[in-house]
Each structure stands twice: as structure tokens, then as C-alpha cells.
């Protein structure tokens, strides 16, 4: 398989949107400044606890975009970095810091 440095950059993007979102995820659970919103990670927070949940998240959601990348679908790969970047970590951003 060719390199790609196109997919290369958007799989890094997509990464450091997941370490950003479980990161945030971490931080508002456990002060208690939110819930989190998605009811299956709810869930294993609230029967594994927060650290072993979210980092079982992410890690599940980082191989499967390596997956992704893995057969070239940089293009999804990217949509979902954005759709996280909108949707996870933006509004992580303005809850946890203003």
C-alpha cells in the first residue's frame, strides 16, 4: 500500500480529536461539571468508572479509525475528525473553560 500523506495527517487529526474529547470527557465527568452525553459510555462510566470508560472509548474508537485508514478512507476519517471536532471537543472547549 502507497503512503499517503493526505490520510497520514487526517488519521494524526482524527487521533488528537479522540485524545482531546476523552481527555475533556475525563475532566468534566469527574469534577462533576457534566454528564456525558453519549448513553453507552454513560453507562460503562457508571459501572466501570470514568478513567477505565473513557480511555476503553477512545481506544476502541482510535483502532477503528486506524481500521479506516488502514483501507484508505481518509475522506471518512476526515468528516469524522471534523463531526468530533464539532460535536465532542468544541463543546468540551466552551463547557469545561468558560
Same mark, same amino acid.
Given at each position: /500500500? $502507497? %503512503?499517503? %500523506?493526505?490520510? !497520514? &495527517? ?5 487521533? #488528537?480529536?479522540?485524545? @482531546? !474529547? ?23 462510566? =457508571?459501572?466501570? &468508572?470514568?478513567?477505565? @470508560?473513557?480511555?476503553?472509548? $477512545?481506544?476502541? @474508537? ?7 485508514? /488502514? %483501507? =484508505? /478512507?481518509? %475522506? ?8 468530533? #471536532?464539532?460535536? @465532542? ?6 463547557? #469545561?473553560?468558560?
Amino acid at each position: /500500500m $502507497k %503512503r499517503s %500523506r493526505f490520510g !497520514d &495527517g487526517v488519521l494524526l487529526i482524527f487521533i #488528537l480529536a479522540q485524545v @482531546a !474529547d476523552g481527555v475533556f470527557t475525563y475532566l468534566g465527568v469527574s469534577t462533576g461539571i457534566a454528564s456525558e452525553g453519549n448513553p453507552l459510555v454513560a453507562w460503562y462510566i =457508571a459501572t466501570f &468508572g470514568v478513567g477505565v @470508560a473513557v480511555v476503553g472509548a $477512545k481506544t476502541v @474508537a482510535i483502532a477503528l479509525g486506524a481500521a479506516l485508514h /488502514m %483501507r =484508505a /478512507m481518509h %475522506r471518512t476519517i476526515g468528516l469524522l475528525a471534523i463531526l468530533y #471536532l464539532a460535536v @465532542a471537543v468544541l463543546p468540551w472547549t466552551q463547557t #469545561l473553560f468558560n
